[in-house]
């Protein structure tokens, strides 16, 4: 058990950095066990390091570097355990045009192996979708789908 | 394995039977505010097995029963299907289109189904066990909750490591 | 103190009501007092309705409709206390582009009484503003700010 | 009375001497993610008396002290002034412009000034009390607090009211 965990930890501490350095273009960032004696119990301290910056504490990254560092985290564990398919409710809200850009070119580069549904406000990622559906109100407090075909945007 | 249909019907904003069909990629759903963008991906969620209410946004699981609006009746049930694409057997079950369906009455009675036939929803979470799909996994992350994964002290931190070991 | 309290307390309610159906274009809004006999002490709870919807427990609103009744309740607030000037930080964030431009125009409504230092990402608050200030890191980890005069813009 | 001008130094990311001047109406300020743009709210915030070190994001008051960066060495101190204008007497003191400012030194050592004489904090929050600026009042809005305001326990609102009543 103690084992299996630990390998498990060091793989998502690699695609954790890994993940990281694609969406910020450098920098790096780790996964360390706070009490190294007990691995079972122990919590899980995120040392991260945007691009140029000093090695801080997380509390002082910005609202966009610490929803960036989630998504680079949530990736890494969804690569160790994939899943079919993946709803996103409008996790790139915090951040920035071109983050939203990275976040959209990175999530296209795994459209193999998963399946997207992303509820989002943001152009970068309707851009970079195959297939898109408005939800609207015409009748107050009553919902309908309508399918808007990609290709029917560039009429 | 992939999600090829949507179905709902009477859940939260959605009073009549509304079908999302999708395509293996990237779909985008797109809308104003209030529309009813989050309430598809909690329809999902509930499909799936979902028991706490709070996590739905409603104090009671009947808050998930289409309540009715200044023009229209509320209804008496809510139905749900999720319907998957199992070609590649991903799912332990012999069909190739699987049908996952959960359904509420006013009265608080709850059914589930899988390809029409009745079960319990041990059976349905068992379905999907493996598979990274489900209320557990970090397959379905609602409005407001990526900063969850980051959560402040490091104790909670740990149930996302021991989720994915 | 009792009496003090109750007069506030209506004063915001009926304000809160009328910003709420000026930023929703309908609907209505109150706050009531959780336990009417003990004034001083009592909770307070916050009951609103978009336009054409039946009142709801505020939980079910969805995440823009709850920062739009947080920005009507906001302003219900600063009318009966205002500042001569604000500092925002991104408050407008969840809103969709439409809500976003209504929002502009109702501090537009208001500048005259109160200052405003809006940070945001969103075109539809910087389109209603009169000047414009860029801060930018072309020194890794080193903040600049550039002023990008709004007559530069459309130059 | 409005804000003429902040002036920070050594503050957060601004290694140097940094001016923002205002004008009346609004002023927007842009820019991507983790530039700075809600460092000069915590500024501010911080000028004004701010004593919780977490309220500024950090987990002590010397982590307001530009820190340095890979290319660059700390800094020893910081200073932030707000340039006021007064010209309507809205401030209880009789100069047409007030500059208030706060320093802090790595050693801990942290001084005030109104106008370039050494005051308390006292002073400072003493000054603004009636006009809804503060640290206390709903003049300065953190990033993601807006929602604070409709706070999930109906007696945590109710300091929103004593507030404002
Ligand atoms: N049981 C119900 N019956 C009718 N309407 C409901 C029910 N439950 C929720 N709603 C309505 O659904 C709306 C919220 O929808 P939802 O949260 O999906 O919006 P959204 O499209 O995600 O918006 P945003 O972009 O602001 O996040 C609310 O206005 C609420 O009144
Ligand atoms: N004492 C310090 N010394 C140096 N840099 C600091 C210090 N404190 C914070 N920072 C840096 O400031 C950055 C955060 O800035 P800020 O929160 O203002 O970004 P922002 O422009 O608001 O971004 P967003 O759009 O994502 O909200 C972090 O990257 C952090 O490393
Ligand atoms: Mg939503
Ligand atoms: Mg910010």
């Not at chain 1, 058990?1 to 998502?12: G, H, N, R």
């Not at chain 1, 045009?97 to 459209?111: G, L, M, P, Q």
């Not at chain 2, 699981?61 to 998957?84: C, N, P, W, Y």
Request: proline residues 2%.
């Amino acid at each position: 058990m103690k084992k299996v965990f630990i390998e498990k930890f060091e793989i998502i501490n690699n695609k954790f950095d890994r993940v990281f350095k694609e969406l910020f273009e450098g920098g790096r960032a780790r996964i360390e066990l706070v009490d190294g004696d007990d691995v079972l119990e122990s919590g899980v301290d995120i040392i991260v390091q945007p691009p140029g910056k000093k090695l801080q504490n997380m509390m002082l990254l910005s609202g966009g570097e610490k929803a960036f560092t989630a998504i680079a985290l949530l990736f890494a564990i969804l690569e160790l355990n994939p899943s079919p398919f993946c709803i996103f409710d409008e996790i790139e809200a915090a951040l920035d045009d071109a983050n939203v850009i990275r976040f959209a070119e990175y999530i296209n580069s795994y459209k193999e192996k998963t399946q997207f549904i992303l509820i989002t406000h943001r152009k970068g990622s309707m851009e970079h979708s195959d297939s898109l559906y408005g939800v609207t109100m015409q009748e107050h407090g009553v919902s309908k789908v309508v399918s808007m075909k990609m290709s029917d945007q560039e009429g | 394995m992939h999600l090829k249909r949507i179905e709902l019907q009477g859940f939260k904003s959605f009073a009549g039977k509304t079908v999302l069909e999708f395509d293996k990629g990237i779909t985008c759903v797109v809308g104003p505010n209030g529309s009813g963008k989050s309430n598809i991906a909690d329809a999902v969620r509930w499909v799936l097995g979902e028991q706490s209410a709070k996590q739905l946004r409603g104090s009671k699981m009947l808050d998930v029963i289409f309540a009715g609006t200044q023009f229209r009746k509320s209804v008496g049930f809510t139905e749900v299907s999720l319907v998957i694409d199992n070609e590649d057997q991903a799912l332990p079950i012999e069909y190739t289109e699987v049908v996952i369906t959960r359904r509420l009455y006013r009265n608080g009675d709850s059914e589930y189904y899988i390809n029409n036939n009745t079960c319990r929803l041990k059976d349905i979470t068992g379905l999907f066990l493996d598979t990274g799909i489900g209320k557990e996994g970090y397959s379905i992350i609602g409005q407001g909750q990526i900063h969850e994964i980051l959560s402040a002290k490091s104790e909670d931190r740990r149930g996302i490591f021991e989720e994915a070991a």
